[in-house]
């Protein structure tokens, strides 16, 4: 396999979510890197590295530790990259079944979220360019959840928007289907007291349909943190199935 230019300084970052007790990691490298011997890795290469840098990174945290020793034994497995008939993205370590992970692509990188214990996870980065002009806000966003955005976006609409729609994105990814099964509006953005460490903290629920669909998601939420990173926001989701809304 090709060395990858500046390997070295791809960072791994440690986030943390109110009541999680596994480790959540996300990290992210610029499309298509050129290596050594002049190949342009693909998508499906970048994100296998990101795995196997999330994953090496988590390995070591966990031994380190010594609180949750669950993946030291499967540390030197070969991992690959899978995807469901939905998108849905998952950790193969040999043939078992790794830590949830999730992908996005956006502000010319892939980015990596994964996370340590049994929680899902879902990751999604937007770029407020994206939502300029005739987008139709009104039929993706209920307006609570934009008048509160653009409280944190200092008044602009296109940055409000990135926001909510990298909640809303990441939100369906730790679902695990995406937009495929779930219309925006069908989901809430409620603010969350947790305390900010530069960190927006947000609780999603569903409603309608979406419940149909996800009748296990009746009294429960998905945990939401987002960051703004110049012109686009970052957004992590949590879905732990033991956590119900209301123990904030």
Not at 92 to 98: D, H, I, K, Q, R
Not at 160 to 179: D, I, P, R, T
Not at 182 to 192: A, E, L, M, R, W
């Amino acid at each position: 396999m090709d060395v990858i230019k500046d390997y070295q300084e791809i960072t791994v970052k440690v986030i943390s979510f109110p009541h999680q007790r596994g480790t959540v990691l996300y990290a992210c490298l610029p499309c298509e890197i050129e290596t050594i011997t002049g190949h342009r890795t693909s998508g499906a290469e970048d994100k296998h590295r990101l795995a196997s840098i999330l994953w090496e990174h988590l390995v070591g945290m966990e031994a380190s530790a010594c609180t949750d020793c669950r993946f030291s034994n499967r540390a030197d497995l070969p991992i690959q990259v899978v995807h469901n008939p939905l998108g849905r993205p998952q950790l193969l370590l040999a043939e078992c079944e790794g830590p949830a992970i999730s992908f996005s692509e956006g502000g010319g990188k892939i980015w990596a979220a994964l996370c340590g214990d049994g929680s899902e996870i879902g990751i999604d980065v937007a770029v407020t360019d994206e939502f300029h002009g005739e987008y139709p806000f009104h039929r993706v966003f209920h307006p609570q959840e934009l008048q509160h955005a653009l409280r944190l976006a200092d008044g602009d609409l296109e940055k409000a928007s990135a926001l909510l729609w990298s909640v809303k994105e990441a939100a369906v990814k730790a679902l695990g289907c995406a937009f495929h099964l779930v219309d925006p509006q069908q989901i809430y953005i409620y603010p969350s007291p947790a305390e900010k460490d530069g960190w927006d903290t947000f609780i999603v629920c569903l409603s309608g349909k979406a419940l149909v669909r996800f009748p296990l998601m009746t009294g429960r939420c998905i945990l939401v943190r987002s960051l703004a990173l110049r012109k686009m926001w970052i957004s992590i989701a949590l879905l732990n199935w033991q956590h119900q809304c209301g123990n904030e």
